[in-house]
């Protein structure tokens, strides 16, 4: 049974939800998104969108997988919206053309082989991953936050695992590559400077 | 093409996407005690698996090592949000005449506020991050899960619901129905939630071909052959459904043989005591080639089907309800079931050119002769394929006059016939491929009504006497151009929306599907297509039904998992919704 809408009701509550939940929030939508300020701005955006439907939580108890699935959706929207803007043509003057020190820190922290394996497989596949592995959401949990059902969700999270380890091992692999390309390079300097 | 001679489910297989289903789930939660002991043995058994449930827990140990580098949220996000929340508090105590749907809070008609959002989304989010309502950079219109109301270009169709399953690696069942009320625009996709559906039963069919599982028109039965299990490989199923909870009663009971001239019998007799309850077995030793399709009244079941042992080819099977089991109406093994035309069957056969069998010299060379090779399998025989109409009622057959009629589907109207004219090869003389040819829409000439069609009751091989008003119009059109290795045709209820779906490869499942529509006054095929030239991926099984079609995609599109797909139509208007994503999902009708 849905509750009704109630203005100060309603900031309470999300108060208390920002309390309790925004670093777990904002960590999953950086890690979707693979960007501090816009992980950020999207927080916000998750919690405004948690206020205005606040209505729509039928138990207090599911408050967390109901964040999550507002999250996943905010997360999930803004992917969608990157493959419109990247039709876009680029002025130069973008978002993108001068990254702030936040955001180099934030991919150095994000620059490892999982990372990158993480960011090659299905939005859909890492967001079950990230929500399962790293926000301890349970199998119900995941289901509500994907917005599926419970056997999808534990289908689309096996997918992710498979997914994950072909990417895994391709990073794996360019790596090696990049690694025997240095050496080689390394070789070479060597050579030329005797 | 392949003639449907293949088993497209193989078993083993199965067996190790459960185990990998399993060795995933234990990571997310605890297993049952069944579960968990089946998982072990087979890792013992199978190496493979092992280093995969292994290498699935070593993933899970490294994606876990990620929470040692901590994400801390900037400091000043509770305030922006706090501001945030305050703009969206003052937003929605303003008064908003006239306003409708969840973007009337922003208090502009409807569709400028639509479009002044999408340019913003567009530049904004390039360039301009911070410019959007609420000073939220992209201004996200995602509403929370159910309360997302369908956008102002939703097309309002009445569509049939659609039948599907979802299928467990345990051999369970989920049947449940889609329903689709509205679509969305090409210009719009996802701009309603995905389609509703409700939940049927549960059934066991552990073992069961995917390829064969067929739902009644009725939702009260299913057909299935069993490819695997303690004695029950080459068998085939009749099972009651019900609404919810698995199988209900049982279904109509036997009687009599659909070739015998006794009438089907109003008084039930019990159901073979060694089927399991509400399970009936209509047919044994066999193995399904192609589809299996009720009559659109539900009352017969017809089908081809192949000795288990692959010694020889199909034949056509009838099963009325109320009989001990279906029964073969031909005996060539060459016959192949093709479509109900009302309570008729197709269905079509193939003589073989033996003056071109193998080690004759006469047999065409292959691959590569023309047109569509038999893959490289040295020599191949060359068959001529014909069709006939068979009335399971009366037991009489009638052939179509024109030969070289491969597979045709008519529509209920008796207008249009979709088929494949050519030729047809086989390097064995037992699994035939299409040969030359082409797939085309021809006018149907429906012939007199019963009387005139032959009266012969069908027998083995029976060359019964051909009727010269039915068959097609030999007026054909092609209806898709580029190489066919395997095709299906069906037509919407209105006879004028013919789904043709086309694969380039032998015994694949993955294939494009077509829509194309006929002009009812002239008969020509429409020059657009509803759907993306050259057809969108969907896998073998489509349905297509009251003003919609129904697909699966493939996995891997985009990146994307498989998902339920609707093509929805209003008149000439069309749209498109899909389902959450999901795995091993199939079509039932």
């Not at chain 1, 009704?4 to 929030?25: M, N, P, S, T, Y």
């Not at chain 1, 993480?118 to 990230?130: F, G, T, V, Y």
């Not at chain 2, 008064?95 to 009337?104: D, E, L, M, N, V």
């Not at chain 2, 014909?386 to 008519?410: C, H, I, K, N, Y």
Request: net charge negative; aromatic share 6%; charged share 25%.
């Amino acid at each position: 049974m849905s509750r009704a809408w109630d203005q100060d009701e309603a900031r309470v509550f999300v108060e208390a939800l920002f309390a309790k939940h925004h670093g777990e929030i904002y960590a999953y939508l950086v890690r979707m998104l693979r960007d501090g300020e816009l992980a950020a701005d999207l927080t916000q955006d998750a919690f405004v969108k948690a206020y205005r439907n606040y209505d729509t939580l039928e138990k207090d108890e599911n408050a967390r997988a109901w964040l999550y699935q507002i999250a996943h959706r905010v997360a999930l929207d803004e992917l969608r919206r990157r493959k419109i803007v990247r039709m876009v043509p680029w002025t130069g003057e973008s978002h993108g053309a001068a990254p702030s020190a936040e955001r180099l820190a934030m991919d150095l922290r994000l620059s490892g082989p999982l990372e990158r394996a993480l960011a090659k497989i299905p939005e859909r596949q890492r967001a079950a991953l990230l929500l399962a592995e790293l926000h301890d959401l349970t199998g119900l949990e995941l289901a509500a936050a994907m917005g599926v059902s419970h056997v999808a969700a534990r289908a689309i999270l096996t997918r992710a695992r498979e997914s994950l380890r072909r990417a895994l091992a391709t990073e794996k692999e360019l790596e090696h590559a990049a690694e025997q390309e240095r050496d080689a390079m390394f070789a070479r300097e060597a050579r030329g400077g005797r | 093409m392949t003639l449907p001679f293949r088993r497209r489910h193989n078993d083993a297989e199965a067996t190790h996407d459960r185990a990998r289903a399993l060795s995933s789930r234990r990571l997310l939660e605890s297993l049952d005690a069944d579960e968990e002991g089946w998982l072990t043995r087979h890792l013992d058994a199978c190496t493979e698996c092992r280093r995969e449930d292994e290498a699935f827990a070593a993933d899970q140990e490294l994606l876990r090592s990620l929470r040692e580098k901590p994400i801390e949220p900037p400091r000043d996000l509770w305030a922006k949000t706090s501001a945030a929340l305050d703009a969206a508090a003052a937003k929605r105590s303003q008064p908003a005449p006239g306003r409708a749907g969840r973007q009337a809070g922003w208090g502009f008609p409807v569709r400028a506020a639509a479009g002044v959002f999408a340019l913003l989304v567009v530049i904004g989010a390039a360039v301009l991050p911070g410019l959007l309502p609420n000073g939220q950079p992209g201004g996200s219109q995602v509403a929370v899960g159910p309360s997302l109301a369908p956008g102002p270009t939703a097309i309002n169709v009445d569509t049939a619901a659609i039948p599907a399953a979802r299928v467990s690696p345990d051999g369970s069942w989920d049947i449940f129905f889609t329903e689709v009320n509205k679509v969305c625009p090409g210009s719009t996709p996802e701009c309603v939630p995905p389609p509703s559906e409700h939940q049927g039963s549960t059934v066991d069919l552990l073992g069961a071909k995917a390829s064969s599982v067929t739902i009644s028109p009725h939702n009260d039965q299913l057909v299935f052959e069993s490819e695997s299990g303690a004695g029950n490989e080459g068998k085939i199923y009749i099972v009651p459904v019900g609404p919810a909870g698995g199988p209900t009663q049982a279904p109509s009971t036997p009687t009599a043989s659909p070739t015998g001239s006794t009438p089907p019998s109003e008084s039930p007799e019990p159901t073979p005591a060694a089927t399991p309850v509400g399970q009936i077995e209509i047919a044994s030793g066999v193995t399904v080639v192609g589809e299996v399709a009720y009559s659109p009244d539900g009352q017969f079941l017809a089908f081809s089907a192949a000795p288990k042992d692959g010694s020889s080819g199909p034949d056509l099977y009838v099963y009325a309800a109320g009989n001990p089991g279906a029964v073969a109406v031909t005996s060539d093994h060459r016959t192949y079931f093709s479509a109900w035309l009302g309570n008729r069957v197709l269905a079509s056969h193939i003589t073989a050119d033996e003056s071109a069998a193998p080690g004759n010299p006469k047999a065409s060379k292959a691959p590569g002769a023309s047109g569509n090779g038999n893959n490289g399998q040295g020599q191949a025989i060359e068959g001529r394929a014909g069709s006939f109409l068979f009335d399971p009622a009366t037991d009489t057959r009638t052939e179509l006059t024109q030969p070289d009629v491969w597979m045709p589907v008519v529509d209920t109207n008796s207008r249009f016939v979709a088929y494949w004219t050519g030729t047809l090869r086989s390097s064995d003389g037992v699994t035939w491929q299409l040969g030359d040819g082409q797939l085309v829409l021809d006018g149907w000439n429906a012939g007199a009504p019963e009387g005139r069609a032959s009266t012969e009751p069908a027998t083995p091989d029976a060359n019964a006497s051909p009727e010269p008003v039915v068959g097609p119009a030999a007026n054909a059109t092609p209806l898709v151009t580029g190489h066919v290795e395997d095709f299906r045709a069906k037509f919407d209820p209105d006879g004028i929306r013919l789904a043709v779906w086309v694969s380039e490869r032998v015994g694949e499942i993955d294939g494009r599907l077509h829509l194309r529509v006929i002009d009812p006054a002239t008969g020509a095929l429409r020059p657009d297509e509803p759907l993306d030239a050259p057809g969108v991926p969907a896998l073998r099984r489509f349905s297509i039904d009251e003003n919609r079609l129904a697909w699966v995609s493939p996995s891997g599109q985009d990146g994307h998992e498989s998902a339920l797909q609707v093509l929805g139509w209003s008149g000439d208007t069309f749209g498109q919704i899909h389902s959450e994503p999901a795995t091993n999902l199939l079509i039932l009708r």
